[in-house]
């Protein structure tokens, strides 16, 4: 499968060089695996020559962590894209929404290519290279070395391997190939240590005291049968947090032995909440579909308005009735 995905994205090529300009484009709200496969493909295709530049479609800074990928620094945060752009290239994004402010104009141009691993993928794009079964897109994206003929230099290695590990709970899920992956990313010489403490186990004292508020008003919610750990994260405690932090609120429930899935709420603005869902043992995705989102099957995520006690209901309901 990644074979016929890398030699068909290779017939591309030639209509991104004639680009005068290429959009890289990750989803809003970018996690690692969207930062490290921008800036993985950004390096790709420069060094065939194409005029590339990676992408975010929202005004705000990505979270910081991420700024420690090489290449994060040029991706650009923006309403709109410069007038140049005449070819889009999406990665990890599974529907033309996750690219935020970009998706008009997006939607405006020809021919925009999708490379994508979530299972939810719209196919929004002229080619949709969706690998369902691929752990991350950076492993997606590993492929392309061979096809392209590509060095894969330092650099692009740290990125796909940001990109790896981030997307698979530090390698908790996921098979044979991620660690095949990996094992000729870390050949290269890159700094494996580092890079997890970077964007895994970095932590401040202040971030503890936070992690202890959120934590003591755990719920459990009872879906039918199906038990929810629930952590909710309001506005007023997250509001100039760093978002690395917020993010990773989600490992303390993620896996609790008397719960079957875990859920955070954060309310990004006074009534509006992004949610976070992830399980050992549940298909998570299809929950997060039913509430306009999207994600895998471990790990999937959606938007939600209103009151702490809305999401709540919202949530209990659709895990009833999906399960």
Same mark, same amino acid.
Not at 287 to 307: K, N, R, V
């Given at each position: 499968?990644?074979?016929?995905?890398?030699?068909?994205?290779? =017939?591309?090529?030639?209509?991104?060089?004639?680009?005068? #300009?290429?959009?890289?484009?990750?989803?809003?709200?970018?996690?690692?695996?969207?930062?490290?496969?921008?800036?993985?493909?950004?390096?790709?295709?420069?060094?065939?020559?194409? @005029?590339?530049?990676?992408?975010?479609?929202?005004?705000?800074?990505?979270?910081e962590d991420l700024y420690t990928i090489p290449g994060a620094d040029d991706?650009?945060?923006?309403?709109?894209?410069?007038?140049?752009?005449?070819?889009?290239?999406?990665?990890?994004?599974?529907?033309?929404?996750?690219?935020?402010?970009?998706?008009?104009?997006?939607?405006?141009?020809?021919?925009?290519?999708?490379?994508?691993?979530?299972?939810?993928?719209? @196919?929004?794009? !002229?080619? @949709?290279?969706?690998?369902?079964?691929?752990?991350?897109?950076?492993?997606m994206l590993y492929y392309l070395i061979d096809a392209l003929d590509v060095?894969?230099?330092?650099?692009?290695?740290?990125?796909? !391997?940001?990109?790896?590990?981030?997307?698979?709970? /530090?390698?908790?899920?996921?098979?044979? /190939?991620?660690?095949?992956?990996?094992?000729?990313?870390?050949?290269?010489? +890159?700094?494996?240590?580092? +890079?997890?403490y970077d964007l895994v186990d970095r932590i401040t004292t202040q971030d503890?005291?936070?992690?202890?508020?959120?934590? /003591?008003?755990? =719920?459990?919610?009872?879906? %039918?049968?199906?038990?929810?750990?629930?952590?909710?994260?309001? !506005?007023?405690?997250?509001?100039?947090?760093?978002?690395?932090?917020?993010?990773?609120?989600?490992?303390?429930?993620?896996?609790?032995?008397?719960?079957?899935? %875990?859920?955070?709420?954060?309310?990004?603005?006074?009534?509006?909440?992004?949610?976070?869902?992830?399980?050992?043992?549940?298909?998570?995705?299809?929950?997060?579909?039913?509430?306009?989102?999207?994600?895998?099957?471990?790990?999937?995520? !959606? /938007?939600?308005? %209103?009151?702490?006690?809305?999401?709540?209901?919202?949530?209990?309901?659709?895990?009833?009735? @999906? #399960?």
């Open positions: 499968m990644y074979t016929a995905f890398a030699e068909q994205f290779a =017939q591309e090529l030639d209509r991104l060089v004639d680009a005068s #300009s290429v959009a890289v484009i990750g989803h809003v709200r970018p996690d690692g695996d969207a930062i490290g496969s921008v800036t993985a493909l950004v390096a790709m295709l420069r060094q065939k020559g194409v @005029n590339a530049h990676g992408f975010i479609g929202q005004e705000e800074r990505f979270s991706i650009r945060t923006v309403a709109h894209f410069p007038d140049d752009v005449t070819a889009v290239v999406t990665v990890d994004c599974a529907s033309i929404d996750r690219t935020g402010t970009l998706q008009d104009e997006i939607a405006a141009l020809d021919k925009t290519v999708v490379i994508d691993h979530h299972s939810s993928n719209t @196919n929004f794009g !002229y080619k @949709n290279f969706v690998i369902a079964e691929s752990e991350a897109t950076a492993v060095e894969l230099t330092t650099d692009i290695a740290h990125s796909l !391997y940001a990109g790896v590990l981030t997307d698979t709970g /530090s390698f908790r899920w996921g098979g044979s /190939s991620m660690h095949e992956v990996a094992s000729k990313l870390v050949a290269t010489g +890159i700094d494996q240590q580092a +890079i997890a503890l005291k936070f992690n202890g508020q959120i934590l /003591s008003n755990l =719920q459990v919610l009872d879906a %039918g049968k199906i038990k929810i750990a629930c952590l909710t994260a309001p !506005y007023e405690l997250i509001n100039g947090r760093p978002k690395s932090t917020i993010e990773s609120l989600i490992n303390f429930v993620r896996a609790t032995d008397d719960t079957d899935m %875990g859920c955070v709420f954060k309310e990004q603005q006074p009534g509006q909440w992004t949610v976070s869902l992830r399980s050992r043992t549940l298909d998570v995705s299809r929950f997060a579909i039913a509430l306009g989102g999207g994600g895998h099957e471990p790990a999937a995520g !959606y /938007s939600d308005e %209103g009151t702490e006690q809305d999401l709540i209901n919202h949530l209990v309901q659709v895990v009833k009735e @999906n #399960s």
